[in-house]
Nanobody, 123 residues
Framework: QVQLVESGGGSVQAGGSLRLSCAAS????????MGWFRQAPGKEREWVAG????????WYDDSVKGRFSISQDSAKNTAYLQMNNLKPEDTAMYYC????????????????WGQGTQVTVSS
């Protein structure tokens, strides 16, 4: 019943910005964790940022600190990822994911996944 709907991907030049959205439906929990992951061709899926829906506590991977910002609209069960100063190495398929229990930000700890949205950054 839980579904994650993503939007906001696209193609931008280096230094540009994108804002990704991920709306969760079907969740009955007041608080749960939602995160953003990305996977580039030939690489494993990696965690980018996470947030506790209902609290707003955030975490970031070192590779995006200072450039990306995750936020929430708890009323909509939606998480956003504002990506600024994008770099070519940010190019990847971006996935949102949700976890019933907040723990380590690892792909194998997430319970639900979105379909992914492509982010391409050209130099």
């Amino acid at each position: 019943q839980v579904q994650l709907v993503e939007s906001g991907g696209g193609s931008v030049q280096a230094g540009g910005s994108l804002r990704l959205s991920c709306a969760a439906s079907g969740y009955t929990y007041r608080h749960y964790c939602m995160g953003w992951f990305r996977q580039a061709p030939g690489k494993e899926r990696e965690w980018v940022a996470g947030i506790v829906i209902g609290f707003g506590t955030t975490w970031y991977d070192d590779s995006v600190k200072g450039r990306f910002s995750i936020s929430q609209d708890s009323a909509k069960n939606t998480a956003y990822l504002q990506m600024n100063n994008l770099k070519p190495e940010d190019t990847a398929m971006y996935y949102c994911a949700a976890a019933n229990l907040c723990g380590r930000w690892s792909p194998d700890r997430m319970d639900f996944w979105g379909q992914g949205t492509q982010v391409t950054v050209s130099s």
